[in-house]
């Protein structure tokens, strides 16, 4: 009986536990492979999110009258106007005169970075930072000198995004 076990139910037993492993691989590479086509439909699904997001905004900015009166005011480069690093805007690039920062929501009508704004009585501008959420219908004109801002106050005045 023994030699009966040893030679012949011992390797069947054997070779069964050898299939369950190549089996257990085999199962296991099948869930990969569906995790794997399960992250790409999300992101997938995602990416058509965003173009969805992203073309309604334009209709949304394509049909958004390019005339309109907004609130202007001033701002100069400082930790309590802005945000830790008051030199670089929300554009990623370094504050300057003849720039100006936009509401979000002027900034979703396409009021975007590097267009030019006719601000009524005072000039064009380049649209190159974000003000806080906070505000609506906003220009903000960049200034290095905090008096000069002061001065400057607070107007309504009509602006006008160009199209150059």
Same mark, same amino acid.
């Given at each position: 009986?023994?030699?009966?076990?040893?030679? &012949?139910? /011992?390797? !069947?037993?054997?070779?069964?536990? $050898?299939?369950?492993?190549?089996?257990?691989?085999?199962?296991?590479? @099948? !869930?990969? /492979?569906?995790?794997?086509?399960? $992250?790409?439909?999300?992101? /997938?699904?995602?990416? +058509?999110?965003?173009? $969805?997001? @992203?073309?309604?905004?334009?209709?949304?900015?394509?049909?958004?009258?390019?005339?309109?009166?907004?609130?202007? &005011?001033?701002? =100069?480069?400082? /930790?309590?106007?802005?945000?830790?690093?008051?030199?670089?805007?929300?554009?990623? +690039?370094?504050?300057?005169? #003849?720039?100006?920062?936009?509401?979000?929501?002027?900034?979703?009508?396409?009021?975007?970075? #590097? +267009?030019?704004?006719?601000?009524?009585? !005072? #000039?064009?501008?380049? $649209? =190159?930072?974000?003000?806080?959420?906070?505000?609506?219908?906003?220009?903000?004109?960049?200034?290095?000198?905090?008096?000069?801002?002061?001065?400057?106050?607070?107007?309504?005045?009509?602006?006008?995004?160009?199209?150059?």
């Amino acid at each position: 009986m023994k030699v009966l076990i040893n030679y &012949t139910i /011992t390797p !069947i037993l054997c070779a069964l536990m $050898v299939i369950l492993a190549v089996v257990v691989v085999v199962k296991q590479q @099948e !869930i990969d /492979t569906l995790r794997h086509k399960l $992250v790409l439909s999300e992101k /997938t699904a995602e990416a +058509r999110k965003q173009m $969805v997001e @992203e073309v309604r905004l334009l209709q949304k900015a394509k049909y958004a009258p390019p005339v309109r009166k907004v609130t202007v &005011t001033a701002y =100069n480069p400082t /930790t309590d106007q802005c945000d830790s690093d008051p030199l670089i805007a929300a554009s990623m +690039r370094k504050v300057r005169l #003849g720039t100006i920062a936009v509401s979000r929501d002027l900034f979703d009508q396409g009021w975007v970075f #590097g +267009r030019k704004v006719r601000i009524e009585g !005072i #000039g064009i501008f380049e $649209v =190159n930072d974000l003000m806080n959420k906070r505000f609506t219908q906003r220009v903000d004109i960049f200034m290095w000198d905090e008096d000069q801002a002061r001065q400057f106050g607070k107007k309504n005045i009509k602006a006008a995004l160009l199209e150059i």
